[in-house]
């Protein structure tokens, strides 16, 4: 996780990068074992985007971006295990180290935009939800979807483009604190670096608020409207799926930070912190997929009828009336 804290490099009190703590024989089956557990992610994240992208509907263009964002942090943790194996068989290890700097700054800047990408994607749901109840009569287009992601990849880009500037990655001190580094760390650059993570911690706390009241807004709409209409128990059925999302993603964000205060004792130990922080980091990559799954029943019949003798896919259902019946909002529900 890029969540973490920042120290200039000057302090920094153990010479390894995290990514260097994977080697040795003895880590071995633990580094398969997390290949595996991230090929799987990877898997139940394309087949989801497959079912979305065969049979794109405007309601789901922001959902396919969010589970693109969780399939890229799920192929950065896939890409650890084969570059190790070929460094291992042909003896090509630099002091100290399984992999080159070079190859950590890339695999970090990657992993700075699968984070920020998911956490962005996040924000736009919920504000996409905001939308839906505070301009019901808007009709959600393709082209405002699609510029809408647009923008909020570009955004998730300058992110990485900060980091790879200082050339930030991450480290971990005899302090027992996980926390990234910069090499290039003026004043002004520990400014900007500390802003852009401690902001991220703010935006999860934002966008939890925006749920709350989104909820408590459809409290309201409920009982102003009262039991004669079903609009309600759609719109929370809907908003449930995607809140449930983002509070799993918030989960994981909070074992990642917790990570950085776990006293590992011996040296040796560290490996075990960067691996369960690494399992973190997948988790919301796999229950993204199961949410979808277990909760859209639109993306599941499609997903069936992908299956041979699996039936037809049926058209989706997600199309409501919007607050004040009038006209159907198309692709007001992304989920």
Do not use: H
Not at 153 to 165: A, D, K, Q
């Amino acid at each position: 996780m890029v969540f973490s804290r920042v120290k200039p490099s000057a302090e920094s009190q153990f010479p390894l990068g995290a990514l260097s703590y994977r080697q040795g024989d003895q880590y071995l089956a633990l580094l398969i074992i997390e290949g595996i557990y991230a090929a799987l992610v990877a898997i139940a994240n394309l087949l989801v985007i497959s079912v979305l992208v065969i049979y794109i509907y405007i309601i789901y263009i922001i959902v396919a971006n969010l589970v693109a964002s969780t399939s890229l942090k799920a192929l950065v943790e896939c890409s650890f295990v084969p570059y190790y194996a070929i460094q291992r068989n042909f003896s090509l290890f630099a002091p100290n180290r399984v992999f080159t700097e070079e190859y950590e700054l890339a695999i970090f800047n990657l992993s700075v935009l699968a984070d920020y990408g998911t956490l962005f994607f996040s924000v736009l749901i919920a504000l996409n939800r905001l939308s839906v109840l505070v301009f019901s009569d808007y009709n959600f287009s393709r082209k405002a979807n699609a510029a809408a992601c647009l923008t909020t990849w570009l955004l998730s880009m300058c992110l990485p483009i900060i980091f790879f500037v200082f050339k930030c990655k991450y480290r971990y001190s005899s302090e027992n604190i996980y926390y990234n580094v910069c090499m290039d760390f003026s004043k002004p650059a520990q400014l900007l670096i500390s802003v852009v993570v401690y902001c991220s911690y703010a935006v999860v706390f934002v966008v939890i608020a925006i749920y709350a009241g989104l909820f408590w807004m459809l409290r309201g709409i409920k009982r102003t409207l009262g039991m004669t209409t079903g609009i309600s128990e759609v719109q929370t059925g809907i908003l449930r799926q995607s809140a449930t999302i983002f509070f799993i993603y918030a989960i994981s964000i909070g074992i990642s930070l917790s990570t950085e205060f776990m006293d590992t004792g011996p040296a040796a130990n560290v490996f075990l912190v960067i691996y369960l922080a690494n399992f973190s980091n997948l988790a919301i990559a796999l229950v993204l997929p199961m949410c979808l799954l277990a909760m859209s029943g639109d993306i599941r019949s499609i997903l069936f009828a992908m299956i041979p003798f699996g039936g037809d896919p049926s058209a989706p259902t997600t199309v409501v009336p919007n607050i004040a019946g009038k006209a159907p909002v198309e692709g007001a529900f992304i989920i």
